[in-house]
């Protein structure tokens, strides 16, 4: 009986034991809650702590960054652009004790950062025209290369994503100021115009790109065509040359023929024969073959040696 005193005294006071210490790890902090009301300071320090057993609970909060991934929302712009704004932010639990109370858990405070971030940036994105939100600087793009409508890529930016994007951090650091959270950042992580606008920006996207290889084609033609016009002029220049200059060759050859026929014709008598037989016996080459026939009269100096060596 009394060992059974004794287990049931020893079981007690490890129950006890083990309600009334508690360990706070690093990444957490704890309130103390008495029959559900807050009581004394945070405990945020890591370590071993105590609390009363039984009428007091602990509630552990993180200490960490927390995430907050908003959804994709369909949002107008000062100039009447209807988007798609995909955002997400970054938060912690700054005071535990007001969490608590204004809040009481993260599915509590992701719900209220759902109303909170989505409102504000509907307000900052129906403040501004389109090109502000999409860009952040002034640079001028290449508008030949893209499809976009160039009052959009040539239009001034006054503000800018980054600082849209600094409005909304801003407000929304404001209205959560009393629910024990901070915001840390705010970005948005996908702009998109809707299905119907971005078809059409598609579509004038796949035009420019069209008129883009049909300006390429249209100057490949051209180069084209005045390679083989410079291919044509230089090759008739070419034989037109080589043309001159063969004539040039037979002139002087034809001339210097003459001369060597007029040489031997003013030289001796048998010297004259020689060359007046060795013509005529070219042109009989040139003129008489196995079929021709020929009609001259006996006297006829073309056949003067045919006559000779007749039988």
């Known amino acids: 009986m009394k060992r059974i005193m004794i ?15 508690y360990i706070v790890s690093e990444p957490e902090q704890v309130i103390i809650t008495q029959f559900g009301k807050p009581v004394g300071a945070p405990v945020s320090t890591p370590g071993l702590a105590f609390k009363l057993p ?16 908003g959804d994709a929302n369909e949002l107008p712009t000062k100039d009447k652009r209807f988007i798609w704004v995909d955002s997400y932010a970054r938060w912690r639990i700054s005071d535990p004790l007001l969490f608590f109370q204004r809040l009481r ?20 994105i129906a403040n501004h025209d389109l090109v502000e939100v999409i860009r952040n600087t002034n640079r001028q793009p290449d508008t030949t290369q893209f499809g976009e409508d160039e009052s959009t890529l040539l239009a001034h930016v006054n ?3 980054e600082a849209i994007q600094a409005i909304v951090l801003a407000a929304a650091k404001e209205r959560v100021s009393d629910l024990g959270i901070e915001i840390l950042d705010v970005r948005f992580k996908r702009i998109n115009y809707v299905e119907e606008v971005r078809r059409k920006v598609y579509d ?23 390679i083989r016009g410079a291919k044509e002029k230089d090759l008739k220049q070419i034989q037109s040359e080589a043309y001159r200059k ?13 001369s060597i026929f007029a040489g031997a014709y003013n030289r001796t008598a048998d010297t004259r024969s020689f060359y007046e037989f060795l013509r005529t016996m070219e042109s009989y080459s040139k003129t008489i073959d196995d079929g021709t026939t020929l009609l001259l009269s006996t006297d006829n100096e073309f056949t003067k040696y045919l006559e000779s060596i007749r039988p």
Request: cysteine-free; proline content about 0%; glycine content about 8%.
């Open 54 to 69: 039984f009428i007091q609970k602990i509630h552990r909060f993180d200490k960490r960054f927390l995430e907050w991934d």
């Open 159 to 161: 503000t800018g994503r």
């Open 246 to 258: 063969s004539q040039e060759i037979i002139g002087k050859a034809d001339a210097e023929a003459t």
């Open 204 to 226: 004038r996207m796949v035009a420019e790109r069209n008129r883009i290889a049909d300006r390429f084609r249209s100057e490949g033609q051209g180069e084209a065509l005045r």
């Open 7 to 21: 287990a049931g005294l020893v079981l007690l006071a490890w129950i006890v034991l083990n309600s009334s210490f």
């Open 105 to 124: 858990d993260e599915r509590g405070a992701q719900t209220r950062l759902d109303d909170i971030l989505d409102g504000e940036t509907r307000n900052a």
